[in-house]
């Protein structure tokens, strides 16, 4: 079975500054996807960023990159120039290729200080 | 283009009530999924449907919990005799026929049980 592993329970910068969120996750496959979803207060949930497995670029998108390091079975978000907006729950998430059934983390609640 | 919805949003049962839950997933998506999100803990995967087939079912409590996903409308997830521990969010995500390995989320439906 698949395990996601988020160790950092909350976080917390100032506006402006960069901050990096902690996964690592467990499976015997070696191709699927994981990724990132962020949860604001209004709950919902919203892919951040994406990663397939097979690709060793890692993926960007604007302020959110992340560091996959397939080996060690690690996927950190960092978040770069931190904004308000960007407080919300972030969960790392698994799956599988040609399954969407997600295996998610438990989050860490991160907090952006004006 | 729509996206996934969900009602009711709130709901609010007594123990021994039924509670419904109802997803139409985005335009063209033919897969719908099932999480639940206990208060401060990430998603779990409940079930997974196509039209008119539960694919995957392992997450889902083995009594008093059922889904469907009838040919016509939307996908229905039926509580029956909730006890207070059903108290949480219910996601609802779909993903088109051909996998991406992303899926897209609902803004979720919250059951409070009495």
């Known amino acids: 079975a698949q395990t996601v592993t988020q160790s950092q329970p909350e976080m917390s910068v100032q506006e402006a500054e960069t901050v990096t969120l902690s996964c690592t996750y467990d499976t015997s496959e070696s191709n699927y996807y994981l990724f990132w979803y962020k949860q604001p207060p209004s709950r919902q949930m919203i892919l951040v960023i994406r990663q397939e497995a097979y690709k060793q670029q890692n993926a960007t998108e604007n302020r959110f990159s992340v560091n996959f390091q397939k080996a060690a079975k690690s996927f950190s978000l960092k978040i770069s120039d931190s904004q308000l907006g960007d407080t919300a729950m972030y969960f790392c998430?698994?799956?599988?290729?040609?399954?969407?059934?997600?295996?998610f983390g438990t989050g860490t609640r991160l907090t952006i200080i004006p | 283009n729509a996206g996934v919805m969900q009602n009711p949003r709130h709901l609010v049962r007594r123990r021994g009530q039924e509670a419904r839950l109802r997803c139409s997933p985005m335009?063209?998506?033919?897969?719908v999924y099932w999480y639940r999100q206990l208060p401060e803990e990430g998603l779990k995967f409940m079930v997974y449907l196509q039209k008119e087939n539960i694919i995957d079912e392992s997450g889902m409590p083995k009594e008093r919990f059922s889904a469907e996903f009838p040919k016509e409308g939307p996908s229905i997830l039926r509580i029956q005799q909730v006890v207070r521990g059903d108290s949480a969010a219910y996601f609802c995500?779909?993903?088109?026929?051909?996998?991406?390995?992303?899926?897209?989320f609902g803004e979720g439906s919250r059951l409070t049980v009495l």
């Open positions: 998430a698994f799956t599988n290729f040609g399954n969407e059934k997600l295996t």
């Open positions: 995500a779909s993903s088109p026929p051909r996998t991406t390995g992303e899926l897209f």
């Open positions: 335009k063209g998506h033919s897969h």
